[in-house]
């Protein structure tokens, strides 16, 4: 029975030596019986990218990220999640992979919500898999009237507390037609609603926000957004506290910053945006 200690030493010796063909058997034997050990994951990740195999470089840096996201205590895992997130976002944002299978939710999250990573790429790869996927599927292969409907209902619950969707949409414009079709619909259903859910509500305005409100209002909303009276001059999506109804605030900034003519407010400095973006970098956004 191979001993995993000589194993080390003899995969150390290799992989000095860029002994690859040597160093692949060990490394495999090595993760068949330590799976979840995150730097072995690296490993494998750096072997296969100098092997040209882009998809299992890809599979092996998000385990590595997965797996050292899982055990932040045990010794190097800041090490290897810096070193793996940058591998995975290196990668998403310059080669198409098909990323079905490869990359875990938690570890998009992840990537979304890092600073040092082009969330638009990140998104451009996770999108399609959100979609496809629960809680969210559903309302993709609803009509988005339909969607929008179940989403705001108690039977949508977990796909408004999904935290991919929430860093998605807080993070990127989601570009597909089918996503801005359901944001159109959920935009009206949300403004007609009494007491939505405001976290999502905040969620979904801040997409808008990321889109410059960039669609059609219709005569019905216009005369909807009028009746909710002035935006706030607080930070309604930050979950300040404004000076007129929250909610009616929120529901304006589905249509417009709600910076806009404060006296505080500059294109360099956006206060608001300011508030918001740390409020979502403290967040803990489930998987």
């Not at 899982?70 to 310059?94: C, E, F, K, T």
């Not at 989403?151 to 969707?165: E, I």
């Not at 009494?194 to 990321?210: C, G, K, T, Y």
Request: aromatic share 6%; net charge neutral.
């Amino acid at each position: 029975m191979p001993n995993p200690s000589s194993d080390y030493q003899a995969l150390s010796t290799a992989l000095q030596r860029g002994d690859v063909k040597t160093a692949g058997p060990i490394l495999r034997r090595l993760l068949k019986g330590e799976p979840t050990n995150p730097g072995l994951h690296h490993t494998a990740g750096e072997l296969a990218w100098h092997a040209g195999n882009r998809a299992k470089a890809l599979k092996h840096f998000g385990l590595a990220l997965d797996t050292a996201l899982a055990r932040q205590a045990s010794p190097q895992a800041d090490a290897i999640i810096a070193s793996a997130s940058q591998q995975v976002g290196h990668l998403l944002g310059n080669y198409a992979i098909n990323c079905q299978g490869l990359i875990s939710k938690p570890v998009f999250i992840h990537l979304l919500l890092n600073s040092a990573i082009d969330p638009q790429a990140i998104a451009t790869a996770a999108a399609p898999i959100w979609m496809d996927t629960p809680p969210w599927r559903r309302a993709f292969r609803l009509p988005a009237d339909d969607a929008a409907a179940w989403l705001l209902s108690a039977d949508g619950q977990a796909a408004k507390h999904d935290g991919l969707a929430a860093a998605l949409f807080t993070r990127a414009v989601l570009s597909d037609p089918k996503v801005e079709a359901l944001l159109l619909a959920i935009r009206t259903s949300l403004l007609g609603q009494e007491s939505p859910d405001q976290n999502f509500l905040r969620m979904i305005a801040w997409q808008w926000h990321l889109r410059d409100y960039a669609a059609v209002v219709s005569v019905d909303e216009a005369a909807q957004l009028k009746a909710l009276g002035q935006a706030s001059t607080g930070n309604p999506m930050a979950g300040g506290a404004p000076n007129n109804n929250p909610i009616n605030s929120l529901k304006r900034a589905l249509y417009e910053n709600p910076a806009t003519g404060r006296a505080d407010h500059n294109d360099t400095q956006d206060p608001w945006l300011h508030a918001v973006i740390t409020q979502r970098q403290q967040e803990n956004y489930p998987g």
